[in-house]
């Protein structure tokens, strides 16, 4: 599937594929919406030091390299992704993400792509690094395991099997009691799925170009 390197507004780049018109970040801003979502909205608001993040859909590695500089003197991290897609070396060495985060994390963002996947790395004394090449339909969780969860997957109306119930009882399963989900869409449908397996859920103004987004509590 063909796949093309684009700008977005805040000047970092994205992925974008031309057969599902889609692109892997907002057009609007591909880091100010990783930042916006999953760190202010997401990881920020856990109080725990220690804190486990699963991320659906690696993808460019963006969210994981965010997350390793927002937690680099506040939290241990151990962060597991799962990707049944991986982008290719040398579209990911064509994004500016280091011109826009810093160039010393480039060796961190080397090893996150080219680490081997389901061995767990340690990318630092306080972060762990693991990726599953796998995909989510035959992924089995453990239960009562995580902390947040990065629902990071491609839209509902490009790759609408991934939110499905069933992907969302993973979600479910593997959260701890009070465990939060965060991602960008705020679809009714997706809210109402959400609610139904016991979370809590709410709406938080969405990163530039999108009204909402949601923040999910597994209070059950």
Known sequence: ?????????????????PAMDETYHSRHGAIQEARHVFLKHGIALLSSNSVTVFELGFGTGLNALLTYQFGEKKHSIDYLCIEAYPVKK??????????????EYGSIFERMHTSKWGESVALSDR???TKIHEKIASY?????????????????????????????????LMLRPGGILVTYCAMGQFKRDL???GFTVIGKPG????????VAVKTI
Not at 1 to 17: C, F, L, N, P, V
Not at 147 to 165: H, N, S, T
Not at 207 to 214: H, Y
């Open 195 to 197: 609610k139904s397996l």
């Open 127 to 129: 972060f762990t690094f």
């Open 1 to 17: 599937m063909e796949r093309k390197i684009q700008i977005t507004e805040d000047g970092s780049a994205t992925i974008y594929i």
């Open 140 to 172: 089995v969780p453990k239960k009562d395991s995580i902390d947040i969860v990065y629902f990071d997957a491609f839209g509902p109306r490009a790759q609408g099997a991934m939110w499905e119930l069933s992907v969302l009882e993973k979600m479910h």
């Open 207 to 214: 990163p530039p170009g999108k009204r909402e987004m949601t």
């Open 90 to 103: 040398e579209l990911i060495d064509s994004l500016n993400y280091l011109d826009k985060v810093g160039k």
